[in-house]
């Protein structure tokens, strides 16, 4: 049994949406596990999640985990005094576009915040940091703000733990992903992956490329088969040996 972990947000939903989905449900359950690891909360990924085919949800970067009948596994929260002060802080600010607050019935786990300047927001996050007993990274559009605690490796980790599958691969396109992929075995996909060559050794440039080595993979479990970098400059990402 293989756990394949990916991220949402431009990896499995892209302008390609409703064929990865289709490509994720052909994966034959016997063999593979499908996870959703992602950095919005599950209210937010509910809208546009369709009929996936997944065993389990890690919402909030890791800090909610829910299996596929969207029953809470886990959640770690913020201490309430440090999160109600961020929060008052970034809605007082000027520069705030809005802010998502993700929270269930144990408290906040997760905040997501979009200013008008991407660098302004950068500075607030490293202001917010500094300042108080949290994580967090600047995304596509905003800052998303995450207990020192919690990560997608550590959500991977207990679903190993439950589950018992020790053959992980990952799959991201995004900062908040680079610690899975270095992990596990791990793959960075989409149209910016160059910005990401000093983290990463695997890569491959679109989703379907990658289910089909799955899929491959699953065909010829004995043949040690293997996906290795052909070239950086080059759309051949994959190569099977």
């Known amino acids: 049994m293989k756990l394949i972990v990916s991220d949402f947000d431009l990896t499995l939903f892209d302008d390609n949406y409703d064929e990865n989905i289709k490509l994720v449900n052909e994966l034959n359950e016997e063999d593979f596990m499908f996870v959703i690891a992602t950095g919005r909360s599950i209210d937010l990924l509910k809208k546009d999640l369709k009929n996936i085919n997944f065993k389990y949800l890690i919402c909030s970067d890791g800090s909610v985990i829910l299996d596929d009948k969207f029953d809470m596994l886990k959640s770690i929260t913020f201490s309430k005094d440090i999160i109600d002060e961020i929060i008052t802080l970034l809605k007082n600010d000027s520069n705030l576009v809005r802010i998502e607050i993700d929270e269930n019935i144990k408290g906040i786990s997760g905040v997501y915040a979009v200013f008008n300047d991407l660098k302004y927001a950068g500075e607030r996050l490293n202001y917010i940091i500094k300042n108080y007993d949290v994580s967090g990274y600047v995304s596509t559009n905003g800052i998303n703000i995450i207990n020192k605690n919690i990560s997608k490796v550590e959500g991977i980790e207990y679903i190993k733990k439950i ?77 099977l040996r």
Not at 199 to 215: A, P, Q, R, Y
């Open 163 to 239: 589950t018992g599958i020790n053959d992980i691969y990952t799959i991201g396109d995004n900062i908040n992903d680079l610690e899975m992929i270095s992990k596990y075995n791990g793959y960075m996909i989409g149209k910016e992956v160059k910005n990401f060559k000093e983290f990463i050794e695997k890569i491959v440039n679109i989703w379907e490329t990658l289910i089909s080595f799955f899929f491959c993979y699953k065909k010829t479990l004995e043949s040690n088969l293997r996906l290795d970098i052909i070239s950086y400059d080059t759309n051949q990402w994959l190569c």
